[in-house]
């Protein structure tokens, strides 16, 4: 059983920035961010393998977002830079023990925090 704790959201301007956090145990191979806004399907947003610190991102956070891992203390981020009124959605940390195959897809992962706002006025 791994448990996710997200923390950091909150409301921004456009053009302005956030870090998100999440605290995860046990820590896994494979983590991620995911994000829902109302009426949307969940969609991958960035991801990486913690042993590799391989990332992966979204076409819609290049270069804006940038998710980054502190294994010494099990946590995950996503700084969020540069947001814009469409990023605004429920953001989710999600886990999967092994390395998955495609890391923005939702159905590779089985453990999912609680979920952080993030909202962002034009």
């Known amino acids: 059983q791994v448990q996710l704790v997200e923390s950091g959201g909150g409301s921004v301007q456009a053009g302005g920035s956030l870090r998100l956090s999440c605290v995860a145990s046990?820590?896994?191979?494979?983590m991620a961010w995911f994000r829902q806004a109302p009426g949307k399907e969940r969609e991958g947003v960035a991801a990486?393998?913690?042993?590799?610190?391989?990332?992966f991102y979204a076409d819609s956070v290049k270069g804006r977002f940038t998710i980054s891992q502190d294994k010494a203390k099990n946590t995950l981020y996503l700084q969020m830079n540069s947001l814009k009124p469409e990023d605004t959605a429920l953001y989710y940390c999600?886990?999967?023990?092994?390395?998955?195959?495609?890391?923005?897809?939702?159905?590779?992962?089985?453990?999912w925090g609680q979920g952080i706002q993030v909202t962002v006025s034009s």
């Open positions: 999600a886990a999967e023990s092994l390395q998955v195959g495609y890391p923005l897809r939702k159905f590779e992962y089985g453990y």
């Open positions: 990486i393998y913690t042993r590799s610190w391989s990332t």
């Open positions: 046990p820590y896994t191979e494979s």
